[in-house]
């Protein structure tokens, strides 16, 4: 079992001994609200003692064009799984532009370094297995905050060993490069999210309901409609400012 399987699987198991939110303020999609709580605790310390430093180094030594193009490879891989999830939901033209995608940016776009689909504007249609499952009425499920995987629900967190096996990273050999890329995909992924966080800190408000009401309002919006807000891989969180 994968280091994230076994955190969703630990994560499921401690919601059984977490106990429930009660009281008038406590929020019916949020049930595990202190476990949930707890866990955002400790990413937020993980946060700030390894990923936010080592995002803020990867900024400032690699130049934008860089760190776009880095962006745009671990897209166009997920272009490859939102394919299958797209055929797995019956939804041809979504299935067909995420195909045309892949393809297009893989060959002509250095492997998905430029994105050169999105200048020939064919949409991105983001989907997982979490969306799959929704689309034939598998209920969201309580709230759901995973060890170092963030926001998710119930039903998202049944669907990552499927996002997992249907990772194109993970067909990478040998397993140190597999490693080295799955590191940097973590690496990008909070880079670009520095700017916003720093904004939510400064904020007046309680961050985890702000973040807990993002994540469950965008995953609700992808699936009535899919490949809405396709364009913000990081769904769920606030998305970046420009840089200046």
Do not use: H
Not at 93 to 122: H, K, Q
Not at 199 to 228: C, H, I, N, W
């Amino acid at each position: 079992m994968t280091p994230t399987l076994r955190c969703a699987a630990l994560a499921i198991g401690f919601c059984s001994l977490a106990g429930c939110a009660t009281g008038p303020t406590a929020d019916p999609r949020d049930p595990l609200e202190p476990f949930n709580r707890g866990m955002t605790s400790f990413n937020e310390t993980v946060d700030k003692a390894v990923l936010k430093p080592v995002a803020t180094a990867y900024t400032e030594v690699l130049p934008s064009p860089v760190r776009t193009g880095v962006n745009n490879f671990f897209a166009n891989l997920g272009d490859a799984w939102s394919f299958v999830n797209n055929v797995l939901q019956l939804r041809a033209e979504p299935a067909l532009n995420s195909l045309v995608r892949f393809n297009v940016n893989t060959f002509f776009g250095l492997g998905g370094v430029l994105d050169i689909a999105s200048e020939m504007r064919i949409e991105r249609s983001k989907q997982d297995f979490g969306l799959t499952l929704a689309r034939w009425g598998v209920p969201s499920g309580p709230y759901l905050v995973l060890p170092f995987l963030g926001p998710s629900t119930v039903r998202d967190t049944a669907g990552l060993p499927a996002d997992w096996y249907g990772d194109l990273a993970r067909q990478v050999d040998p397993v140190s490069d597999r490693n080295m890329l799955y590191a940097l995909r973590i690496v990008d992924t909070r880079a670009s999210l520095l700017t916003a966080g720093n904004v939510l800190e400064g904020a007046a408000l309680d961050k985890y309901s702000f973040t807990r009401d993002a994540y469950l309002q965008m995953r609700a919006q992808r699936a009535q409609k899919p490949g809405a807000d396709a364009g913000n891989a990081d769904e769920g969180r606030l998305p970046p400012e420009p840089e200046e």
